[in-house]
């Protein structure tokens, strides 16, 4: 389980073999071997020897900022990589082994838009018609992906301009499958115009601490990315890899609503948008994570989405340094 602190003024501190949490509600223990990472989104303290009995434990704090996006973790420092793996990677970058993945990422998280666009129409026979046409748009962009034949850099421009077209049918789709009154005009961040980005954001948030973990426990370098290119402080790796996952988090947010869990009070306004509050976080979270509990086919058997996210990247890492494990 995530161990997730989410009142104002917690404190998290060991007592014995257990992380005791204290907040101005109640007091509770969670044995270390019940938890897997420590999310903090709000004010809160956590001392030495809680960080150290994590740390000894393989267990990773993670910081979350209002908008539920990771802007620090603490780790253990025997993480499991070998340089051998990111000498691997940065030689991808720049060749067909690179292009390839990236290729079947992007279709990957197409296809899962797909699926996901259509799950939706079945249920909403009056809006068959448009779900049909942006399933069209959104099959038609996958072809387009299909074609492309060279190197990353020669055809990055193309695979964004497919990813972001195929972005804007899908979200339209999903908008229009809203009840009114939660419906939304395009992606929103930083904050986010309305309730659905303010849920999603949060969501896309917590999905990239963990692929940020399962990429740099199989050795991948989370700077090192394909796609997206090098910036400064910019993890492009995990930018690349979180798009096959994503559809998770919209799958979670969109039951929320399915279920009519979703109201105002799971709100605050600030300037330029919502800003998820505790509520709402407690809402969010708890659909997140049976999201993650739930088992998909993964190359022949049945994994919890939670496990899968860490053996793709544990494949990934092994096909780069053992090229022919890939076939």
């Known amino acids: 389980m995530q161990l997730v602190i ?12 257990c992380f005791l949490i204290k907040n101005a509600e109640k007091t509770f223990e969670i044995a270390a071997g019940k938890v897997e990472s420590i999310l903090i989104s709000t004010s809160a303290t956590i001392s030495t020897d809680a960080i150290e009995f994590a740390v000894a434990n393989n267990i990773d704090i993670v ?5 539920g996006f990771p802007y620090g973790r603490v780790w253990h420092a025997k993480l499991g990589s070998t340089a051998l793996i990111r000498r691997r990677q940065l030689e991808a970058a720049t060749s067909l082994v690179g292009f390839s993945l990236v290729k079947g990422w992007i279709r990957e998280k197409i296809q899962h838009q797909i699926a996901f666009v259509k ?3 079945k249920n909403r026979p009056a809006l068959r018609d448009e779900m049909t046409q942006h399933i069209d748009a959104l ?3 996958r072809e387009k992906l299909d074609v ?4 990353i850099e020669k055809n990055r421009g193309s695979i964004m301009g497919i990813e972001g077209m195929a972005s804007a049918h899908y979200f339209d789709a999903l908008s229009i499958a809203l009840p009114k009154q939660w419906q939304f005009s395009g992606r929103s961040r930083d904050p986010a115009k309305d309730a659905f980005n303010c849920l999603l954001n949060y969501g896309y948030g917590i999905l990239y601490s963990r692929v940020e973990k399962g990429c740099i426990l199989a050795g991948l370098d989370p700077y090192v990315g394909f796609l997206h290119t090098d910036n400064y402080n910019k993890k492009s790796f995990v930018f690349d890899f979180i798009e096959i996952y994503r559809n998770y988090i919209d799958r979670a947010v969109m ?11 799971l709100f605050d306004p600030i300037p330029g948008g919502l ?16 999201m993650f509990d739930r088992n998909v086919p993964y190359r022949g058997r049945n994994v919890k989405i939670q496990n899968m996210i860490p053996m793709e990247c544990h494949r990934i890492a092994n096909s780069l340094i053992k090229p022919e494990a890939e076939a």
């Open 6 to 17: 989410n009142s104002y003024g917690s404190y998290i501190r060991k007592e014995h073999n």
């Open 63 to 67: 910081f979350l900022n209002k908008y």
């Open 119 to 121: 799950d939706l129409k």
């Open 139 to 141: 099959t038609d962009l």
């Open 148 to 151: 492309l034949r060279g190197s």
């Open 255 to 265: 039951g929320i609503f399915a279920k009519k869990q979703v109201h105002e009070g």
């Open 275 to 290: 800003y998820l509050n505790q509520d709402g976080k407690v809402v969010l979270i708890a659909a997140v994570n049976e």
